[in-house]
Nanobody, 126 residues
């Protein structure tokens, strides 16, 4: 089982990025995948969760709107589109797998996720 994030980088405030989470060793339709972020000195935040079995999507508090989670089953990849980026969005972004085909209640706390990617850095300049 492996998750590999990519797509991070340096962007100006107001810009957009799309992060990718490429999964290997399992099929997305059998699991749920979530995106998290963590900035230095801050707690990890749950951004969005995607259920591969029914394409259901959940978003963390104040995340829906500027962040959009999606997937490409053919590529076994989950994406996170980020728009209208702000300096406070600067963080390392991670994707993670939950060992179910649905996003459990409380998923933003990252409890129960069994596999994590290495993270991709997003830096938003003002």
């Amino acid at each position: 089982v492996q998750l590999v994030e990519s797509g991070g980088g340096l962007v100006q405030a107001g810009g957009s990025l799309r992060l990718s989470c490429a999964a290997s060793g399992f099929y997305l339709q059998d699991y749920a995948i979530a995106w998290f972020r963590q900035a230095p000195g801050k707690e990890r935040e749950g951004i969005a969760c995607f259920s591969g079995s029914n394409n259901a999507k959940w978003y963390g508090d104040s995340m829906e709107g500027r962040f959009v989670i999606s997937s490409n089953p053919a590529m076994n990849t989950v994406y996170l589109a980020m728009n209208s980026l702000k300096p406070e969005d600067t963080a390392t972004y991670y994707c993670a797998r939950v060992p179910f085909n649905f996003c459990p209640t409380g998923w933003p706390t990252a409890q129960g996720f069994d596999s994590w990617g290495q993270g991709t850095q997003v830096t938003v300049s003002s």
